[in-house]
C-alpha cells in the first residue's frame, strides 16, 4: 500500500504536471517533473518506495525510450509487492510506447504478463484493453 502523504504528493503533482502540459507551459512541467522525479529517487528503496510513483513518472516522460525504462522500473517494484493492478496497467503502458517504437515482440511479452495480472483484478475496461491491443498485435 502506497503511503498517504506520497500518494497526495504525487496526485497533487501529476495533476499540476497535467495542466501545465495543457497550458504548453515547458518551464512549470519540467520544474514539477524534477519535483516528481525527486519524490521518487527520496523513496527508493525505502518503505515508501511504491510502484505507483515511479509509474506516473513514466507517464510524463516525453522521451519514448525513457519512459519505457520508467515503466520497466515501476513494473520490477510492481512484481516485487505482488501488486497485479499495478503489474497490468504498467505492462499495457509499456507495451503501448514499445508498439511507438516498433517493437511489437517485447510489447506482445508485456501484454501477455498485463494479461495474466489482469485475470486476477476486478478493472474489466483494463482487461478489455489489453485483449484488444494483443489481438490487434497477434492479427
Same mark, same amino acid.
Given at each position: 500500500?502506497?503511503?498517504?502523504?506520497?500518494?497526495?504528493?504525487?496526485?497533487?503533482?501529476?495533476?499540476?504536471?497535467?495542466?501545465?502540459?495543457?497550458?504548453?507551459?515547458?518551464?512549470?512541467?519540467?520544474?514539477?517533473?524534477?519535483?516528481?522525479?525527486?519524490?521518487?529517487?527520496?523513496?527508493?528503496?525505502?518503505?515508501?518506495?511504491?510502484?505507483?510513483?515511479?509509474?506516473?513518472?513514466?507517464?510524463?516522460?516525453?522521451?519514448?525510450?525513457?519512459?519505457? *525504462?520508467?515503466?520497466?522500473?515501476? +513494473?520490477?517494484?510492481? /512484481? $516485487?509487492?505482488?501488486? @497485479?493492478?499495478?503489474?497490468?496497467? !504498467? &505492462?499495457?503502458?509499456? *507495451?503501448?510506447?514499445?508498439?511507438? +517504437?516498433?517493437?511489437? /515482440? $517485447?510489447?506482445?511479452? @508485456?501484454?501477455?504478463?498485463?494479461? !495474466? &495480472?489482469?485475470?486476477?483484478?476486478?478493472?474489466?475496461?483494463?482487461?478489455?484493453?489489453?485483449?484488444?491491443?494483443?489481438?490487434?498485435?497477434?492479427?
Amino acid at each position: 500500500m502506497i503511503n498517504t502523504k506520497i500518494y497526495k504528493s504525487v496526485y497533487s503533482l501529476s495533476e499540476k504536471l497535467m495542466a501545465a502540459a495543457k497550458k504548453d507551459n515547458n518551464e512549470v512541467f519540467e520544474s514539477l517533473y524534477a519535483e516528481l522525479k525527486a519524490v521518487c529517487i527520496d523513496n527508493e528503496n525505502t518503505g515508501k518506495d511504491h510502484p505507483e510513483q515511479w509509474e506516473t513518472l513514466a507517464d510524463f516522460t516525453d522521451e519514448l525510450e525513457d519512459a519505457v *525504462a520508467g515503466y520497466e522500473k515501476a +513494473l520490477e517494484k510492481a /512484481i $516485487a509487492i505482488n501488486s @497485479n493492478d499495478h503489474i497490468s496497467s !504498467i &505492462s499495457l503502458s509499456m *507495451a503501448t510506447l514499445q508498439i511507438e +517504437l516498433g517493437q511489437s /515482440i $517485447a510489447a506482445i511479452k @508485456n501484454l501477455q504478463v498485463a494479461k !495474466i &495480472s489482469a485475470n486476477k483484478i476486478e478493472d474489466t475496461e483494463l482487461k478489455g484493453e489489453v485483449d484488444d491491443l494483443l489481438e490487434t498485435l497477434l492479427g
